[in-house]
């Protein structure tokens, strides 16, 4: 954890406390640029961002590590063994300039657009005499039939208005003001239960 402690013998770090591991020369380490070393300043071992200038205790309890001045320059380097390298699974390629893309193949869903969606309920009792769209996604335009309906109901409320209007057109003239009233007050009525249909 800590690859600037090295002994000649089996120990225990004197920062974290975990038993040293032992180094083969063929595998790499650390190589020295320079025989003396001169401390720079001094760095907690959990946070890098935590520099001081003499050695001491980190927020966290520990020991300060000693960051030498060729590693804090970049002068040392690591030197790791091409079987280790392989048996991490590293990879390396030289930079490009590309685009990135990829094709992702996946089931979805097509369904309608909901608020392009209509249903339509009759307030009256009958039944489809024709049907001019009979297809599920068939286009219509704004206008368009779509059915006829026959409803029963709807040709008496028809034939009630037509009557009531032929009653006002003969009685509208009346000199008794409350028959060509009450003619008015039925078409009307009739016209405007028509209309909440």
């Known amino acids: 954890m800590h690859p600037m402690i090295i002994t000649d013998e089996p120990g225990i ?29 001094w760095q907690a071992p959990m946070d890098p961002t935590y520099l001081r200038d003499e050695p001491g205790k980190s927020p ?12 804090a ?11 280790t390298i392989q048996n991490m699974g590293v990879r390396t ?18 369904d309608y ?9 009759t307030k009256i ?19 368009q039939k779509l059915l006829e309906i026959y409803s029963p109901e709807l040709v008496t409320a028809q034939q009630e208005l037509l009557l009531a209007r032929d009653n006002y057109n003969a009685l509208k003239q009346s000199s008794f003001a ?5 003619a008015r007050r039925l078409l009307d009525s009739s016209r405007k239960r028509l209309q909440l249909w």
């Open 13 to 41: 770090c004197p920062i974290c406390h975990m038993d040293l591991t032992p180094m083969k020369a063929e595998t790499g380490g650390v190589v020295e640029t320079s025989v003396e070393q001169k401390i720079k300043y």
């Open 60 to 71: 966290m309890g520990m020991d300060l590590i000693p960051i030498y001045e060729d590693q």
């Open 73 to 83: 320059t970049g002068g040392s380097m690591i030197s790791i063994d091409p079987t």
């Open 93 to 110: 390629a030289g930079v490009v300039r590309s685009n990135l893309s990829r094709s992702i193949r996946t089931v979805g869903l097509v």
């Open 113 to 121: 657009e909901e608020p392009k969606q209509y249903v339509v309920n």
């Open 125 to 143: 009792a009958g039944w489809v005499e024709k049907l001019y769209v009979a297809e599920t996604g068939q286009q219509v335009k704004k206008g």
């Open 178 to 182: 409350y028959i060509s009233d009450s």
